[in-house]
C-alpha cells in the first residue's frame, strides 16, 4: 500500500468516524428529547399533592406563607453543589441530621435513610425548597439526580397516604 492510499484511507476512516459521532449525538439528543416529552406527558396526568413551583429567588419565607404553613421544619437544598446522586443523598440526610453517615456510603442505602426519614418527616409539616436547579440544557445531564428525588419523595408520600393518617394535610 502506498502512502497516498494510507493517507486515503485515514482520511476515509476520519470521515466515517465524523459522522458516527454525529449520529451517535444526533440519536442522544433524540433519545432526550423523547424522555422530555415522555416526563412533560405523563406530568400533565399527575398532580403531586407534594409538588410546587414559585419564582428563582423567593425567600422561604415568602413560600411557608403562600402555601399556609407554620414553617416548623423547611430544608432548603442546593441543586448546584450535587455532582451526582450520591452528593444529593448526603446533603439531604446532613440536612435531616442523620447520625453515622459518611459520604463513602453505598447509594442505595442512603436512599434508603432518606425514604425512611421523608416518611417519618411527612406525618408532620416539612417544606423541602430545592435551589438552583440548573437551565434546560444542564438539566438533561442532570436529570437522574432530580428524578431519583422526585420518586423517593412520591414513595414516602403515597406510603403515607395509603396509612389514611388523619395528620395529614
Known sequence: MCIRDRCELEDKVEDL????????TNAEEAILEEEKARIQAASKDVEETWLFYCPKKMPKEGIVDVLKMKGERVVELDFSE???ESDLWYSLLSKFQVENISRTMNLQ???M???TNFTTLFQSELLLIVRNLPDQGELKKKLSIICGLCESITKAWTELEETNNPNLL
Open 113 to 115: 435513610l432518606a425514604e
Open 17 to 24: 468516524t465524523d459522522k458516527l459521532t454525529k449520529l451517535q
Open 109 to 111: 442505602t442512603m436512599r
Open 82 to 84: 450535587w455532582k451526582d
